[in-house]
C-alpha cells in the first residue's frame, strides 16, 4: 500500500494505526493530531449526509441516523472531491443495512432526496414552445413515433412504498401518522424555476415518463404505462410535463435525427 | 393497443394536455418576474451557471464573473453595476469580463 493510501485508509478507519512519518509541527504528538483530523474528516461527511437526506434523518433520529452514516463513511468514503456527488450510492447502503430493515422504505426514501439533490445540479435546456407541440397534432398519424426529449433534471422512481406522503408529511403537507408507508408510490422529481418539486404520479404515468426518458417514442412509453394500467390516459402526465417546463424538444423517430437535437 | 387507436387517444391527450397545460392555473410561471442577470453576482454567490467544471449554484471563482448569472427582479438587471462588464452594468447573457 503506497503512504497516501494508507493515509486514507487510516483517516476513516479508527482501528488502524495513524501513519508512520507524520510530525507534528509544535512538537505534539503526531498519533493525536492525526486522531482529531480524522474526526474531523469523519463528522464533516456525516455532516454531508445529512444535509443531502434530512427525511431519512427526520425518520430513524439524529442517533441512528449518525451511526448508519459513520458506517457509510469508512465503507465507502468519497470518490470524488464534489460533496455534492457524495452519497449517490447511499440508499443502496441502506437497503443492505440490517439495523434499518425494520424500515424497509428507508432505501427508496433515500433514492427520493438523493434525485432532488441531483435534480439540483443538474444542466439548465430550456422548455419547447408549446406550439411546436401543437404542430405535431396536425398528423395524428405520426404521434406515437414521436419522441420528446425531456429535461435534464427530470427524474422519475417507482417504489412499493408511499416515499411521496412520507416525503410530503415532513414538509407540512398531510400528518405523518396518517400515511400508510406499505402504499406503492412513484415521484417524478422535477427543477421548475430554481425550485426543484416532487409530484406524485401513478405507477402507468412513471413507467411513461421513465420509457420517454429512455429515448423511447411516445408510441412505446404509452405500451409501458399499458402494461401498468390498461385503458391508461397521458393526459395528465403530458399537461404536468408541459407546465413544469419538462418537455424540451420534439423530433419524430423517422427523421434521422439524434434524439436531444433540434428539429423543426 | 393497435398503431392506429394509440395515435387516436395521444391525439386527444396531446390536445387536452397542452390546453391543461396553458390554463393560468399551471401556466404561472415563476420566472415571469424574474430574469437571468449575468455578471453582477459576488465570488461564490451566483445561483447557477459558471462556465465547464463547475456545478452550478455557488461556484463562480471571481466576483461579478461573466458568465454566473443571479436571479434578479425583472427590469433590473441592465441597471445593476457590473465593474467587470463592457457596459458597465449586469447583461441578460453571458459575457467576456473586462478588468475591472
New interface residues.
Given amino acids: 500500500m503506497s503512504a497516501q493510501a494508507a493515509f486514507a485508509a487510516a483517516l476513516v478507519d479508527p482501528a488502524l494505526p495513524c501513519p508512520p512519518g507524520l510530525l507534528a509541527w509544535n512538537g505534539s504528538d503526531p498519533a493525536r493530531r492525526f486522531a482529531v483530523y480524522r474526526n474531523n474528516v469523519v463528522v464533516s461527511l456525516i455532516d454531508a449526509l445529512a444535509d443531502g437526506f434530512p427525511v431519512v434523518q427526520a425518520l430513524v433520529g439524529d442517533q441512528f441516523f449518525r451511526a448508519m452514516a459513520r458506517r457509510y463513511v469508512v465503507d465507502r468514503p468519497p470518490a470524488s472531491a ?1 460533496m ?1 456527488e457524495y452519497g449517490d450510492d447511499f440508499a443502496d447502503f441502506i437497503a443492505g443495512f440490517a439495523p434499518a430493515a425494520g424500515l424497509p422504505y428507508l432505501a427508496d426514501l433515500a433514492r427520493l432526496e438523493r434525485c432532488r439533490v441531483t435534480a ?2 443538474a444542466a ?1 435546456a430550456a422548455a419547447i414552445d ?1 406550439a411546436q ?2 404542430a ?2 396536425a398528423d ?5 413515433d414521436l419522441r420528446l426529449a425531456l429535461h435534464p433534471a427530470l427524474r422519475v422512481l417507482a417504489s412499493d412504498y408511499a416515499i411521496v406522503a412520507l416525503w410530503a408529511a415532513h414538509q407540512g403537507v398531510g400528518a405523518l401518522a396518517e400515511v400508510h408507508p406499505g402504499r406503492p408510490e412513484s415521484a417524478l422529481v422535477l427543477r ?4 426543484v418539486e416532487v409530484i406524485g404520479i401513478t405507477a402507468a404515468a412513471a413507467a411513461f415518463v421513465a420509457s420517454l426518458a429512455a429515448g423511447y417514442c ?2 412505446q412509453a ?2 409501458a404505462a ?1 402494461a401498468h394500467e390498461a385503458a391508461f ?4 402526465i ?3 410535463l ?2 413544469k417546463g419538462a418537455v424540451c424538444t420534439v423530433c419524430t423517430a423517422s427523421a434521422r435525427h439524434p434524439q436531444g437535437e433540434h428539429h423543426d | 393497443m393497435n398503431q392506429q387507436l394509440t395515435a387516436a387517444s395521444l391525439a386527444l391527450a396531446l390536445g387536452a394536455a397542452l390546453t391543461v397545460a396553458a390554463s393560468p392555473a399551471l401556466a404561472a410561471d415563476k420566472m415571469a418576474d424574474k430574469e437571468k442577470c449575468f455578471g453582477v453576482a459576488l465570488k461564490g454567490k451566483n445561483d447557477c451557471a459558471a462556465g465547464p467544471g463547475t456545478t452550478c449554484a455557488g461556484t463562480s471563482k471571481i466576483d461579478y464573473q461573466g458568465n454566473s448569472w443571479s436571479l434578479v427582479p425583472k427590469g433590473t438587471c441592465q441597471k445593476t453595476a457590473s465593474p467587470t462588464s463592457p457596459t458597465g452594468f449586469g447583461q441578460l447573457a453571458a459575457f467576456k469580463e473586462k478588468k475591472a
Fill in positions: 464534489v455534492a439540483c445540479h439548465d408549446p407541440l401543437a405535431a397534432l395524428p398519424a405520426t404521434l406515437p421548475y424555476g430554481l425550485d411516445l408510441g404509452m405500451a399499458g390516459d397521458p393526459t395528465a403530458l399537461a404536468t408541459i407546465a
